[in-house]
């Protein structure tokens, strides 16, 4: 679920060092996806071809979390490079989901949402790329928070998607949640994609108030797919809105029901691209008994990569190239643009849209492995927030008969998450859910 530190064999940092005292998150651990590089840590990714690899550099979000006083405790286990939906990517194994250990925690930052909800640690970092903070929080029973693309700084998370990728928070509740936000937010100049925007105390708007705040739903997005459960979880979260003085309407999302489709174009070509630096030269382990260069190129590649980042380098590889180009990745920029139009009107009429995280609770470790689009469409309620850049939260709304958690989603404005995160707040007040924790057994 989650590994300590690596013994070191350059600079190090210490189990428990001194925290910055009076910092906002004095000595409070928190643990890091296993693809954001900090010094002593070993981070691979959940990879192979980075086995034993650790960074001479902190992340900006380590030092800003270090800076307001947390302890950096450990790593925990994710998709080979954020790549996937179960954990089961991952080179060392997957994690498991504490509500019940047969079932996936989600993906690919399952296992910081594990983590969390087992109550190793009170706070996770995540990275978000198509869902991948949102969908394991939904199916851990814990909060999950993607910012605006360019409110977090990058610098220091192993690319996936650079268009796409953006870190945020994982807690049991909304408030701690906006805590660690408002402290790894802001501008940072070694990432040419942070953005110059100011950065709210996001725990001031949570008053719990959202009287005559408007929720939009785009019902034609929930198909027959969408479990039962899940469907009558997310209605009653609506009364529960309305009866807290929320306005809720529908509203039409017209091309996002083609953003799967998008996002394994534009992801995977991005993939593609970012990867190609793990050559066994520059980055990433070297093959020992190849021959020739091509040859270290290739076993190197062969032996580093799992089979879904293989997969999804491949299919980028193919859709950027010549003859390929113009009918595959242009169309799907083309596409992304008319998606994120479409949130863009929509939120112009509401202060947020309301989706299912998740359109099922968390599924047998096993189940989907011989079906990778089964798989992908785990985030077909979260993947128009990345192509769109908006932010986008999941909270508990329920559980199913069987006892496993169920999450609701809210988009907003971009730069607008202390709205999202109050309404999220004020339903998380006024329900249970949150009171509600896994029994562990040895």
């Known amino acids: 679920m989650w590994r300590p530190h690596a013994p070191a064999t350059g600079p190090t940092r210490s189990i428990a060092p001194s925290p910055v005292r009076g910092g906002a998150l004095h000595g409070i651990p928190i643990a890091l996806k296993d693809n954001m590089v900090a010094r002593g840590l070993t981070t691979t990714a959940g990879s192979r071809i980075l086995e034993g690899y650790q960074s001479p550099y902190d992340a900006t979000v380590v030092e800003r979390l270090e800076g307001a006083g ?11 490079f954020a790549m996937g939906s179960s954990t089961e990517n991952c080179a060392h194994g997957p994690a498991h989901n504490p509500w019940d250990v047969t079932r996936t925690p989600g993906g690919s930052s399952g296992g910081a949402a594990a983590a969390v909800a087992a109550g190793l640690v009170p706070l996770a970092l995540g990275s978000d790329t198509g869902g991948s903070i949102r969908q394991p929080a939904s199916l851990c029973g814990v909060v999950g928070v993607k910012p605006t693309y360019g409110r977090v700084s990058r610098y220091g998370l192993m690319a996936f998607a650079s268009s796409l990728d953006q870190i945020g928070p994982m807690a049991r509740t909304t408030r701690e949640a906006a805590q660690v936000l408002e402290v790894i937010s802001g501008h940072d100049p070694r990432d040419s994609t942070s953005a110059r925007q100011p950065v709210p105390r996001f725990t001031e708007s949570l008053t719990g108030d959202v009287k005559h705040l408007k929720i939009g739903v785009p019902r ?3 198909t027959a797919d969408v479990d039962p459960e899940v469907q009558d979880a997310f209605d009653a979260a609506l009364a529960v809105a309305r009866s807290l003085g929320a306005e809720v309407c529908d ?14 174009l534009i992801a995977t070509a991005e993939a593609s691209a970012n990867l190609a630096r793990y050559d066994g030269v520059r980055y990433g382990r070297r093959a020992d008994d190849a021959t020739t260069l091509a040859d270290m190129y290739e076993r190197s590649r062969h032996d580093g990569f799992g089979a879904e980042v293989k997969r999804r380098i491949m299919l980028g590889t193919y859709v950027l190239s010549a003859g390929y180009y113009d009918a595959y990745y242009l169309k799907a920029q083309r596409v992304r643009t008319l998606i994120a139009r479409d949130y863009t009107r929509a939120l112009e009429s509401v202060d947020v849209i309301a989706l299912p995280t998740s359109p099922g609770a968390a599924f047998s470790l ?4 011989d079906n990778p689009l089964q798989m992908y469409l785990a985030d077909v309620f979260t993947v128009g927030a990345n192509l769109s850049g908006l932010p986008g939260v999941s909270v508990p709304c329920g559980f199913t008969d069987s006892g496993l958690p169920i999450g609701l989603q809210f988009i907003a404005r ?8 109050r309404v999220a707040d004020a339903y998380e007040t006024a329900t249970p859910w949150r009171e509600r924790a896994p029994v562990l057994t040895p």
């Open 70 to 80: 947390a302890i950096i405790v450990g790593t925990t286990r994710c998709d080979e």
């Open 220 to 222: 034609h997005l929930m």
């Open 251 to 264: 509203i039409e999302l017209p091309h996002a029901a083609h953003g799967i489709a998008v996002y394994y």
């Open 366 to 369: 096993g189940e989907r492995v």
């Open 414 to 421: 971009a730069w607008e998450e202390a709205t999202m995160l």
